[in-house]
């Protein structure tokens, strides 16, 4: 290939980072992997894969040598459960890492670097309404996003900027709407509600009852991890330099979606909405006009399409637990 590059992907061991390398490798390149752990599910098809924590400023430095791009993936992240209880720690880490990361990549003369920054940085007064406008990426500001982990991705996307604005250092940041897709996160904490829903239900006996987070109302919107793959390349290849929406605009509401899971699995559970849960904005959508107009694309996986996969991966995933804890029980 005539563009073969050497690219680090760091969150190489977590969820969109993992499928990332495997179509950057396909697409010819070379490609460092790091995290704080390899992957869960499968290997890493990184020619060079290396465990560090990238809170470290050496380890920044050591994982950014001889690199012309980065996709800087790494984050203490979860769903809503997990970013509305630990606000400081994940703060902290995530600042320590994005300004590690921009530094080393800078003095080790890195060519282009994207930022992973999320739809939590956007205004929680503009997604007080299921029925919410969606969000145009200058819907950001006047800030007032998330507490915790939406103050540091805006923080991380301005670091950002002042590195252009300081060093001309070329940078990219995307603001993803909710990722799903196999080999996800689906249970532990740190899943997100697609995942979630989906491990409930297969777990759940069919006529038996579900447990949804909040009333079920909240709104969203969920893209197929191959559509964010595919928006990552078509975003560092681009000259765009401000944030950019990636996401898609087929919104609905977490009951629906528990609906729509139920359909694919063909069982029928009744709703047990729990009012003490978290359940984060009230309402978010994408609004992919700016999106079109830079990538000259936009996803197009159906949400019920890629929620069939996703489910099948995680049924697979419940009933291999279930019956390696059966055999533990049973000695086999
Ligand atoms: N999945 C989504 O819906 C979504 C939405 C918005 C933003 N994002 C952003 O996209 C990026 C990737 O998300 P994901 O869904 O793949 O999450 P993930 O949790 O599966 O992957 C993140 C990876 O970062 C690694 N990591 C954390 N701290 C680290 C450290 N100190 N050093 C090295 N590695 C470290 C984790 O071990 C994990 O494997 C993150 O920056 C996240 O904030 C994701």
């Keep these: 290939m005539a563009n073969k590059s050497r690219i680090l992907v760091t969150g190489a061991g977590g969820f969109i980072g993992h499928h990332l390398v495997k179509r950057l490798k396909a697409d ?31 380890n920044c430095l050591t994982a950014t040598r001889n690199i012309d791009q980065v996709y800087n993936l790494a984050a203490d992240m979860g769903g809503i459960g997990y970013i509305t209880s630990f606000l400081a720690d994940i703060s902290k880490n995530n600042i ?27 205004a929680q007064s503009k997604q007080k309404n299921a029925a919410v406008t969606p969000l145009k990426e200058e819907d950001a500001y006047p800030a007032d996003p998330e507490p915790g982990y939406g103050w540091e991705k805006l923080f991380a996307e301005e670091l950002c900027r002042y590195y252009y604005h300081d060093y001309k250092f070329e940078t ?11 080999l996800g996160t689906y249970d532990g904490g740190k899943e997100k509600s697609p995942a979630a829903i989906s491990r409930k ?17 909240q709104t969203r ?3 197929y991890v191959d559509d964010c793959v595919e928006g990552l390349v078509r975003l560092m290849a681009s000259n765009h330099r401000d944030a950019l929406n990636l996401g898609t605009d087929e919104m609905v509401s977490i009951n629906h979606l528990v609906d729509m899971i139920c359909g694919i699995a063909g069982k029928k559970l009744t709703k ?12 978010r959508n994408s609004d992919n006009t700016l999106l079109r107009k830079v990538l000259g694309w936009e996803p197009s996986m159906p949400l019920e399409k890629g929620l069939a996969i996703t489910y099948k991966w995680i049924e697979g995933e419940v009933k291999k637990k279930e019956v390696g804890e059966l055999a533990e029980v049973t000695g086999d």
Excluded at 174 to 181: E, I, L, Q, S
Aim: proline share 3%.
């Design 28 to 58: 010819g390149h070379w490609v460092r992997g790091v995290d704080l752990k390899y992957p869960e599910y499968g290997t890493s098809a990184a020619d060079d894969f290396q465990v560090l924590d990238l809170r470290v400023w050496e």
């Design 96 to 122: 320590l890492i994005n300004a590690h990361m921009l530094e080393a990549s800078k003095q080790n003369d890195v060519k282009r670097y994207l930022f992973s920054s999320s739809a939590c940085v956007y």
């Design 172 to 182: 990219r940041i995307v603001r993803f709407h909710n990722v799903y897709g196999p």
């Design 201 to 217: 239900v297969a777990k759940a006996t069919d006529g038996g009852t579900i447990e949804i987070w909040g009333d079920g109302d």
């Design 221 to 223: 919107s969920y893209m």
């Design 272 to 283: 047990e909405h729990d009012l003490t849960k978290p359940q984060g904005v009230r309402g």
